[in-house]
């Protein structure tokens, strides 16, 4: 049922919604309260804090995709060199050839997932490990009013994450039940006759093959009629 589910795709969309659900509801109703409980000079020290996350996150993005992409060339330079690849086009639909490789039913978006979710993973290890040297807790915070409101920030953005990530992988979770459903029977695509006629037209299946095909299918399905009316 799920033979088309793959760890790496389900990471990355709870990942990439974790995001997503931080930039939609991004706790303003909080953040207000903890702004109303500042002075301008912490409003400041704050804002501070934000302008140097603000660039650590840019940074280790930037940096995680550099590496990654630098890992995926020299991947992909070895590969190319012990051993020769061969590509089959196919017209059936770009939605058909985005969930299915050329050469097998294992669908190609999964090599795309693992090096998304090395580049999103990277992403955040690298924003966690680089030091962060003003934090707001111990440079802006001076009561427990100030406290208490700091703590209810952080609560609603892990919320507001663990939710999003939940939610990225349900998405991706029923979204392969519903591709795995739409393609169910993949007898119906070119691609799967042509693998079927391994042999004829170079390993691929022609027009005239197609053809030969289908009118072998009607002629066997008049015979059947025909037996069934004597």
Same mark, same amino acid.
């Given at each position: 049922?799920?033979?088309? /589910?793959?760890?790496?795709? #389900?990471?990355?969309?709870?990942?990439?919604? =974790?995001?997503?659900?931080?930039?939609? /509801?991004?706790?303003?109703?909080?953040?207000? =309260?903890? +702004?109303?409980? @500042?002075?301008?000079?912490? !409003?400041?020290?704050?804002?501070?804090?934000?302008?140097?996350?603000?660039?650590?996150?840019?940074?280790?993005? @930037?940096?995680?995709?550099?590496?990654?992409?630098?890992?995926?060339?020299?991947?992909?330079?070895? =590969? $190319?060199?012990?051993?020769?690849?061969?590509?089959?086009?196919?017209?059936?639909?770009?939605?058909?050839?985005?969930?299915?490789?050329?050469?097998?039913?294992?669908?190609c978006w999964k090599?795309?997932?693992?090096?998304?979710?090395?580049?999103?993973?990277?992403?955040?290890?690298?924003?966690?490990?680089?030091?962060?040297?003003?934090?707001?807790? !111990?440079?802006?915070?001076?009561?427990?009013?100030? #406290?208490? #409101? /700091?703590?209810?920030?952080?609560?609603?953005?892990? =919320?507001?994450?663990l939710w999003g990530?939940?939610?990225?992988?349900?998405?991706?979770?029923?979204?392969?039940?519903?591709? $795995?459903?739409?393609? +169910?029977?993949?007898?119906?695509?070119? +691609?799967?006759?042509?693998?079927?006629?391994?042999?004829?037209?170079?390993?691929?299946?022609?027009?005239?093959?197609?053809?030969?095909?289908?009118?072998?299918?009607?002629?066997? !399905?008049?015979?059947?009629?025909?037996?069934?009316? +004597?």
């Amino acid at each position: 049922m799920f033979s088309n /589910w793959s760890l790496s795709c #389900a990471l990355l969309f709870g990942i990439v919604g =974790s995001h997503l659900f931080l930039l939609m /509801w991004n706790c303003n109703t909080v953040l207000t =309260s903890l +702004k109303n409980t @500042l002075t301008e000079t912490q !409003k400041k020290s704050f804002q501070t804090v934000y302008k140097i996350r603000l660039g650590i996150s840019i940074t280790s993005f @930037l940096v995680a995709g550099i590496l990654t992409a630098y890992i995926y060339y020299k991947t992909s330079s070895h =590969s $190319q060199s012990s051993s020769t690849t061969t590509t089959t086009s196919s017209s059936y639909s770009t939605l058909f050839s985005l969930i299915h490789s050329p050469e097998s039913s294992v669908p190609c978006w999964k090599s795309e997932c693992k090096w998304l979710f090395m580049w999103f993973g990277l992403y955040v290890v690298f924003y966690m490990i680089c030091p962060k040297f003003k934090y707001m807790m !111990k440079t802006g915070v001076t009561t427990i009013e100030q #406290a208490q #409101a /700091w703590f209810k920030v952080y609560q609603c953005m892990q =919320s507001r994450f663990l939710w999003g990530f939940l939610l990225g992988m349900v998405f991706y979770t029923l979204l392969v039940l519903w591709i $795995q459903n739409r393609f +169910k029977s993949t007898n119906d695509s070119p +691609k799967t006759i042509g693998h079927s006629m391994k042999g004829h037209s170079g390993g691929g299946i022609s027009w005239n093959d197609l053809d030969h095909i289908i009118v072998q299918s009607d002629k066997g !399905k008049q015979r059947d009629e025909d037996r069934k009316k +004597k």
